[in-house]
Antibody, heavy 122, light 107 residues
Framework: QVQLVQSGAEVKKPGASVKVSCKAS????????ISWVRQAPGQGLEWMGW????????NYAQKLQGRVTMTTDTSTSIAYMELRSLRSGDTAVYYC???????????????WGQGTMVTVSS | DIQMTQSPSSLSASVGDRVTITCRAS??????LGWYQQKPGKAPKRLIY???SLQSGVPSRFSGGGSGTEFTLTISSLQPEDFATYYC?????????FGQGTTVEIK
C-alpha cells in the first residue's frame, strides 16, 4: 500500500546536525513532491519546506533557510531532511508528507509518515 | 505569506452534536485547502481535500465547504472517536500554512 516510513528517534546535542529519512512505497516516487512538517511538544503543525522529487527543486520556510537541506534518492525512493546547528527549540516530532507538484489537490498532504522524534538536549 | 486564521481554538461538545470549525485565509486560495484530524501521538490524517472533497474511507458525517478565503469543516453528529485536534492547511502557495488548530473536547 501507499506509505511513508520514517527513521527512528534521535537525541542530539545543541549545535549538532540531524538527518531524518522518509522511505516511500506503493507509488511512483518521482511523480510527486515531499513536504516536511514539524510539531513541537504541545504545539501546532509547522511547515518546513518542500522538495520536488522529479527535479530536486526545493522551497524552504524562511525561518529555516541556511539550516535545512532536503534531498531525495530516487534509486531507493527515500527523502531526507537535514537540520543543522540544532537548538532546544528544534525539539519536535518531524513528519514527511506526500505533496503535489502540479496543482493536484488529491495528492497534497494525503499520505504522512509516522513521525520522528528529535530531541535536542545537552 | 498567507495566514490561516482558524476558529475556535477549542470547543466542548457532546456526542451527537453538530460542530463547525472555520478557517479564514488572508488572501484568496481558490479551493486549495485540506482539513486534518490529529489524535495524540499520531500523525495527522486527511479528512477533506480540495476544500469539499471527502477523503476515501472517511465517514460521511465530515463535510467541508467554502472557496476563496472562507472555509468550514462540519461534523454533522459528533462521535466518541472524533474527539481530537483539527487543522486546516492551505497549499495554494509557499510557504504552506496551517491553521492554529481546534481541539474538540468532550462536554
Amino acid at each position: 500500500q501507499v506509505q511513508l516510513v520514517q527513521s527512528g528517534a534521535e537525541v542530539k546535542k545543541p549545535g549538532a546536525s540531524v538527518k531524518v529519512s522518509c522511505k516511500a512505497s506503493g507509488y511512483t516516487f518521482d511523480s510527486y513532491a515531499i513536504s516536511w512538517v514539524r510539531q513541537a511538544p504541545g504545539q501546532g503543525l509547522e511547515w518546513m519546506g518542500w522538495i520536488s522529487v522529479y527535479n530536486g527543486i526545493t522551497n524552504y520556510a524562511q525561518k529555516l533557510q541556511g539550516r535545512v537541506t532536503m534531498t531525495t534518492d530516487t534509486s531507493t525512493s527515500i527523502a531526507y531532511m537535514e537540520l543543522r546547528s540544532l537548538r532546544s527549540g528544534d525539539t519536535a516530532v518531524y513528519y514527511c508528507a506526500r505533496d503535489e507538484i502540479d496543482g493536484d489537490s488529491g495528492s497534497a498532504f494525503d499520505i504522512w509518515g509516522q513521525g520522528t522524534m528529535v530531541t535536542v538536549s545537552s | 505569506d498567507i495566514q490561516m486564521t482558524q476558529s475556535p481554538s477549542s470547543l466542548s461538545a457532546s456526542v451527537g452534536d453538530r460542530v463547525t470549525i472555520t478557517c479564514r485565509a488572508s488572501q484568496g486560495i481558490r479551493n486549495d485547502l485540506g482539513w486534518y484530524q490529529q489524535k495524540p501521538g499520531k500523525a495527522p490524517k486527511r479528512l477533506i481535500y480540495a476544500a469539499s472533497s471527502l477523503q476515501s474511507g472517511v465517514p460521511s458525517r465530515f463535510s467541508g465547504g467554502g472557496s476563496g478565503t472562507e472555509f468550514t469543516l462540519t461534523i454533522s453528529s459528533l462521535q466518541p472517536e472524533d474527539f481530537a485536534t483539527y487543522y486546516c492547511l492551505q497549499h495554494n502557495s509557499y510557504p504552506r500554512t496551517f491553521g492554529q488548530g481546534t481541539t474538540v473536547e468532550i462536554k
